[in-house]
């Protein structure tokens, strides 16, 4: 208590609050000496020996700081390293899993569409049913404040993919939160939510354009800015190369990126159905724009994306660009919840700079898009939100669906779930000088049913439109109507 009450931490200033007490003590003590016929001397309580000088006392007292320091650092070692009983701590282990069952029918499209599915012979874009992730995945927590995180999808398995795959330390200073291998870049909020709990099927045209895949092997520091989780910085250093399929990054250029994201929540409501979030995100990547026809890696300078639903190609996209040297990423993000309502939009900004040598090289280029969808809980229910990671969470039905879920009341009644409508626009524009990835708008709307926390069933239903695309089979422009059911359970 009275280390608080002078402004002293227990883990900081032990050593300063010890040494201005002895001080005190040292000077104050032959004020304070009693008569001779006292037991002890106010010296003698101090700790000093009568006649000890100034310098002796205090290098006494250094003895007995480092003695003191020994025991404390050795008493949070053995903490982290051993449990109550004093034996060794062992790594933990969770499995964890999930599992999306997709429907895609294609209701309506024009020729300029299947001249961007299969530019090669212009065939309709095919209707498909298909595992969309089936993942599984083991963390943990190691001692010593470290965990780990591994995860796979086997949605093909002729060609596994890794996603989250790294080894991360807890309570570093300045660093905090530190992960090392494959994660997620911190660009984009729709891709920085779980496919677990995102309202929509497939994330929107800027964010799997500007990150696609969102992960890459990087290091990335974690922080928390205030004590409530109210404002928050994640930044780090990113290979550009996806290397989900061989995990290795092979090549001389190692392309690469520096990320940062700052988010806050500064409103945020005791029952977590009110809240604010507004957040910041950059990137500044070098990829290799001139790279030779014999190198094993390839010029990741690169914007593409499918629209919004799981065609076979992209509909949107601009190529590897000749002579990219430079690019960097703008990303800002607004979501406001408000109940069962919430509305949520982000902006992206892409600058790309070229060099003079390479051929097929131009002008440098600017691509941009947006997208806002709004949300709203039929039933009652409201998506709720993790400040320390800017993130939404799992929403949780009042009743879950089926004949024997307990009521409000006594009695068993039936359950239908929770029942969520949304509504989004999607806009992405990849056309500049001589660069022709085409502009796109898309109208996305959704319908969730939530059987339980855990599992789900999703109907979308999307309508877009291409335009000032490259001409392809001499088409471009076209346009689509997309139907797409999705079946999800994790565990």
Known sequence: ?????????????????????????????????????????????AGFEEGESLEERVERLEAALRQSDEGFISQVIQ??????????KK???????????DQLYFADHSDGISAFEDPANGEDPEDRIFFRRIRLEFQGDVPGDMHYRFQVDFNNPQTPEYKDMYIGFNQLPIFNTVRIGNQKRPLGL????????????????????????????????YNSLAEDDALNLTYGAFSLENTR????????????????RLHSSPMHSDDGTQYLHLAVAGMFAKPDGDVGPNETNRNEGRFATRNELRSSTSWLDTGRIAGADWYQVLGLEMLYNEGPLQIVGEYAFTWTQRDNDTPGTGSDLFF???????????????????????????VKPFRNFGPFTPGSSEDYETGWGAWQLALRYSYLDLTDEDIRGGVGNNLTAGVVWYFNPYSSLQFNAVYGDIRDHEATRGFTDGHFTGLTTRLRVDF
Request: hydrophobic content about 40%; overall charge negative.
């Open 368 to 394: 941009n898009g947006a997208y806002a969808y709004i949300a709203y809980m039929l039933t009652g229910e409201h998506i709720p939100y993790n400040r320390k990671s800017g993130t939404i969470g799992r």
């Open 91 to 101: 790594p933990t282990f969770l499995l964890g899993g999930r599992i999306h069952l």
């Open 190 to 221: 729709d891709h920085l939510n779980s496919s677990r709990f995102n309202v929509f099927m497939e994330r929107p045209l800027l964010v799997e354009t500007f990150n696609p895949d969102a992960r890459r092997i990087g290091i990335a520091s």
């Open 1 to 45: 208590m009275l280390m608080e009450i002078l402004g002293f931490s227990r883990t900081t200033d032990l050593k300063a609050f010890l040494a201005v007490s002895a001080v005190v003590v040292a000077f104050a003590s032959p004020l304070f000496a009693q008569e001779e016929s006292e037991q002890q001397t106010s010296v003698e309580v």
């Open 245 to 260: 399929s061989d995990g290795r990054l092979i090549g001389d250029s190692m392309q690469w990126s520096l990320n940062g």
């Open 79 to 88: 903490a982290a390293y051993q449990d109550d009983s004093g034996k060794l």
